[in-house]
């Protein structure tokens, strides 16, 4: 255990002694406070007055949609249960005067903060790509092998470092997120719930835990891009094509999902399964699909990635 942890440390120095790892932490902070001033500046409305009339009408325009899907003989109830549910939403924040949470406020941008992993997804990509492949681009991979160490303790405490790295990021979205959303929209109504329609009901959930789940959804396609691009750096020992094919993946991948839609095999696709958002605020890409079902699919990609890594790690000849 206590080898581990020091090859653990060892990474993490590898990682956070190069400049390029801070500038992408500050980069980071900077996206998140221009997109709190393009939204304070630039997209503020002011509806805290006048948030009853809004909703009114935000139903009025839900029941055309809706009645309109419902003259579309090849639209399925599945298009409509979206739309239906949040004009119950809307309808119970009318009777218990609960005003939405909307983007002029700290809950309002840290809800939309999770958009930021994107952005995020492309820094943690490098540091993956970069872990394996540059330790035998320069050779120092073989000062690694000599030392009375396992392979596979080294290789996974490359993933290990990286994998904090990634929620390094994750934690400096958040944090700068309420920093950046309190100070331009104030700490007012942090005792606004989530509401959630469910079981046939509407039910009130705390904010910050609607948040935490919002990060936990968007890490999905953050994670298995990264563990994607650790495999390729591992397996070809080429950081470039590490980075440019996962990077091509991360960004067309859902796009490629959805020209197959029609398809029912198109469910096993890794991006197919990638965006669980799909399961709480919208409809499945393939009818029948499920949480739990994405979940298998994910950690069946996730095992076969590090199968791959480990292996080829393993088998490798490095003595040339």
């Known amino acids: 255990m206590y080898q581990m942890i020091r090859l653990i440390q060892n990474e993490n120095m590898k990682i956070y ?81 609960i005003p939405p949470v909307e983007s002029e406020t700290v809950w309002g941008f840290m809800i939309s903060s999770p958009d930021f992993t994107a952005i995020a997804s492309v820094f943690v990509i490098v540091i993956a790509a970069g872990i394996v492949a540059t330790e035998f681009s320069t050779g120092t991979i073989k000062l690694l092998l000599i030392r009375p160490v396992k392979r596979y303790k080294i290789l996974l405490s490359k993933y290990i470092a990286t994998f904090l790295f990634a929620l390094l990021m ?77 990077l091509f993946l991360l960004f067309t991948g859902q796009q490629l999902v959805m020209l197959l839609s029609q398809y029912d095999w198109v469910k096993y696709i890794l991006f197919a399964n990638t965006n669980l958002n799909q399961y709480i605020s919208g409809v499945p890409i393939v009818e029948g699909m499920t949480m739990a079902f994405s979940l298998t699919v994910l950690l069946v990609y996730f095992v076969c990635f590090h199968a791959i890594s480990w292996v080829i790690f393993h088998k490798r000849d490095v003595t040339a």
């Open 17 to 97: 002694k190069r400049v390029g790892t801070w500038i992408m932490i500050g980069v980071i902070i900077l996206i998140v406070l221009i997109g709190g001033m393009v939204s304070k500046f630039l997209l503020s409305q002011d509806t805290s007055d006048n948030w009853q009339q809004q909703l009114q009408l935000e139903n009025a325009q839900l029941a055309e949609q809706i009645s309109e899907f419902e003259n579309m003989p090849m639209v399925g109830s599945n298009a409509t249960r979206p739309l239906r549910e949040q004009v119950v939403i809307n309808e119970y924040r009318l009777e218990n005067n």
């Open 170 to 246: 994750l934690v400096t979205i958040l944090v700068s997120s309420f920093v950046v959303g309190g100070l331009l929209f104030g700490f007012s109504g942090m005792d606004f719930p989530y509401l959630v329609y469910q079981g046939g009901e509407v039910m009130e959930r705390n904010m910050l835990l609607h948040i935490f789940t919002l990060y936990g959804f968007n890490s999905a396609d953050m994670i298995m891009m990264v563990t994607f691009a650790f495999m390729i750096s591992t397996v070809f020992r080429s950081s470039s094509l590490a980075i440019g094919l996962s």
